[in-house]
């Protein structure tokens, strides 16, 4: 089962602007990640962020957590055409079974040139 | 250096066939993943190898999965008398956790299981 779900399903922008992808889960994690996904290379990760942070930057990409609220948002800015792919976040939860990663369903980012 | 591979990437098998999947992960990781993603879905978590040792094949659909890690390294999954609804990609993925601090996993390109 799903522990996650992204919002939007879909996103599409013009290439220069920002794109924000949010990401809500059910039950307490140790850590979230978001990862990204395009036919070319697989499933990449991208960031993540522990449960006693609220907020991440790595390059273009920033992160926030509201443990209080169960969600994530992913924040890339300046966007890129190569930038368009699916883009999951993952939770490990808290407890006997961290080593499992349980994915969103994933918004679609495009990115128009 | 080289990352997870995976082979083969595509596979279609008539139903009822028994199919093998392999996973070359990261020299030296100890935990080893497989994931089965449906089109239009997130991963879904299937099986946990750390080294050799199976440790969960919770989120293995059947009896007719099996995968196996026999030294620690390579890894197989194996569908016997596969059915159209086991059409997905198959993904796996390794990392050096619990060695490391933090579970990132390192994905391979998949392979994608077509069942007729």
């Known amino acids: 089962s799903q522990q996650g779900e992204e919002d939007p399903q879909a996103l599409s922008i013009q290439e220069g602007e920002n794109a924000t992808m949010n990401c809500s889960y059910k039950t307490s994690i140790n850590n979230l990640q978001w990862y990204r996904q395009n036919s070319g290379r697989g499933l990449v990760h991208l960031i993540l962020i522990r449960s006693n942070e609220r907020e991440k930057h790595s390059g273009r990409l920033r992160v926030t957590l509201d443990t209080s609220k169960k969600s994530s948002s992913l924040l890339i800015t300046a966007s890129r055409a190569a930038d368009t792919a699916s883009y999951f976040c993952?939770?490990?939860?808290?407890?006997?079974?961290?080593?499992?990663?349980?994915f969103g369903k994933g918004t679609l980012l495009t990115v128009n040139p | 250096g080289a990352g997870v591979s995976q082979s083969p990437r595509y596979k279609v098998a008539k139903r009822g066939q028994d199919v093998a999947l392999r996973c070359d992960p990261i020299s030296g990781h100890v935990s080893l993943f497989w994931y089965q993603q449906a089109l239009g879905q997130g991963p879904e978590f299937l099986t946990y190898f750390q080294n050799e040792a199976q440790l969960d094949k919770s989120g293995l659909p059947s009896d007719r999965f099996f995968a196996e890690r026999p030294e620690g390294s390579v890894s197989t999954l194996k569908i016997q008398r596969t059915q159209q609804e086991d059409s997905a990609v198959y993904l796996c993925a390794s990392t050096s956790f619990p060695r490391g601090s933090y579970n990132e996993q390192f994905f391979g390109p998949g392979t994608r299981l077509t069942v007729l």
């Open positions: 993952a939770t490990d939860l808290r407890g006997g079974s961290n080593y499992k990663l349980t």
